[in-house]
């Protein structure tokens, strides 16, 4: 008994310690990610880790991980599609994850550049995409070029993403395109049959 008891008193100790370890090294990133310059270590760290074929490199990177920041030039490429962006800038409210939510207060970028180098394909029903998570993003870009197959420019892009109660939700507030003006909503279920709602409407 008296060996039964020095093993339950040294399991509750080891369980204590790993709970104060653990909360100390959470408090330490929780501070760290609010400290200037984490946003910079954090995007070197996640460049190492990209699955082969993908490559990221930044530019004039400011900010923190929890306070959000800004990157100068961003260049991902990967599989075929390569994307540039210029000066972007991002907030969000990180303690919102402890209620299951990710929500950004600000994506906004001046300039973005896409060009699909991938081989044509026929069209296929889109995938089922089920987010762990409910995702608020309010976005608005400058101008974006899409290079493939011939140049179009989409300037003044704005709106809001939503995603909960397992649908996609798209508030587009405002699109120019050419000579006009585009405004609308999309709404697509998650899950098969993934019904679509869709409603555009614009001026020339």
């Given at each position: ?30 501070l ?11 995007i ?8 082969a ?22 260049h ?16 969000w ?26 081989p ?46 397992n ?15 585009y ?22």
């Amino acid at each position: 008994m008296r060996l039964l008891r020095r093993i339950a008193f040294f399991l509750v100790w080891l369980l204590e310690l790993v709970l104060v370890a653990s909360a100390v090294l959470g408090l330490a990133a929780w501070l760290w990610s609010g400290t200037d310059g984490s946003l910079a270590t954090a995007i070197r760290q996640a460049q190492a880790l990209l699955p082969a074929g993908q490559s990221l490199q930044v530019q004039d990177v400011s900010g923190s991980i929890r306070g959000g920041g800004r990157i100068g030039q961003l260049h991902w490429h990967g599989d075929g599609l390569d994307v540039r962006a210029g000066d972007l800038r991002f907030a969000w409210q990180p303690l919102e994850l402890l209620q299951r939510r990710l929500r950004f207060t600000e994506l906004a970028i001046a300039q973005l550049e896409i060009d699909d180098q991938r081989p044509a394909s026929e069209p296929e029903p889109p995938p089922e995409v089920v987010l762990p998570l409910a995702l608020e993003l309010p976005f608005s870009v400058g101008r974006v070029r899409l290079l493939r197959p011939s140049p179009v420019d989409v300037t003044e892009l704005a709106g809001r993403y939503r995603f909960s109660d397992n649908r996609h939700q798209l508030q587009l507030d405002t699109l120019a395109l050419a000579q006009g003006r585009y405004a609308g909503q999309l709404h697509l279920q998650a899950r098969a049959p993934m019904t679509l709602d869709l409603q555009l409407h614009g001026t020339l």
